[in-house]
T-cell receptor, first 116, second 111 residues
Framework: GAVVSQHPSWVICKSGTSVKIECRSLDFQATTMFWYRQFPKQSLMLMATSNEGSKATYEQGVEKDKFLINHASLTLSTLTVTSAHPEDSSFYIC????????????FGPGTRLLVL | GENVEQHPSTLSVQEGDSAVIKCTYSDSASNYFPWYKQELGKRPQLIIDIRSNVGEKKDQRIAVTLNKTAKHFSLHITETQPEDSAVYFCAASSTGNQFYFGTGTSLTVIP
């Protein structure tokens, strides 16, 4: 149980375009989802906390107008990188809180974004 | 906010030896401490976790200890095997809130 999927798994785009990444909890409902960014050989940096039906909470230094997050249902959160630039190239990983006592977060497989 | 530090950043051990990774945290409100293993290009996988009301937890070759007073917790892997080679992340969280991750430890087990 507790499977989280992400789509697409990788994407290459031209500078200036927008890219949407989907995060889905497949067998449970996730009231809260988290979006992380990971550069090569570095840790996961929390970008924002996404709550179903409300606005996302962004971490300090993360541009909310550039990284648009929508949590439309209990099983889907989307991250849109608007007007992507080469410095936005990274590994984006979402996680979902299953809402159990254990408070475990289950991670998606990640989306590798390369902006040319 | 929470600040999690992790040491060492890289660790090499001979197969069969033990490996220890240490983390410290800053927020005394943190009460949940998971450890994740991440293989190259893959998602982090939870391997063990501990809550603030427990000092130690063990699962086969993996154990985690927590010192709330000193605000540090450690991961212990005994009888290491080549398949234990990966990057390990500690994290800290307070109830219902987001996880803050350490900087990661790249563990290499030499056959």
């Amino acid at each position: 149980g507790a499977v989280v999927s992400q789509h697409p798994s990788w994407v290459i785009c031209k500078s200036g375009t927008s890219v949407k990444i989907e995060c889905r909890s497949l067998d449970f409902q996730a009231t809260t989802m988290f979006w992380y960014r990971q550069f090569p050989k570095q840790s996961l940096m929390l970008m924002a906390t996404s709550n179903e039906g409300s606005k996302a909470t962004y971490e300090q230094g993360v541009e909310k107008d550039k990284f648009l997050i929508n949590h439309a249902s209990l099983t889907l959160s989307t991250l849109t990188v608007t007007s992507a630039h080469p410095e936005d190239s990274s590994f984006y990983i979402c996680s979902a809180d299953a809402g159990t006592v254990e408070e475990t977060q289950y991670f998606g497989p990640g989306t590798r974004l390369l902006v040319l | 906010g929470e600040n999690v530090e992790q040491h060492p950043s890289t660790l090499s051990v001979q197969e069969g030896d033990s490996a220890v990774i240490k983390c410290t945290y800053s927020d005394s409100a943190s009460n949940y401490f998971p450890w994740y293993k991440q293989e190259l290009g893959k998602r982090p996988q939870l391997i063990i976790d501990i809550r603030s009301n427990v000092g130690e937890k063990k699962d086969q070759r993996i154990a985690v200890t927590l010192n709330k007073t000193a605000k540090h917790f450690s991961l212990h892997i005994t009888e290491t095997q080549p398949e234990d080679s990966a990057v390990y992340f500690c994290a800290a969280s307070s109830t219902g809130n987001q996880f803050y991750f350490g900087t990661g430890t790249s563990l290499t087990v030499i056959p």
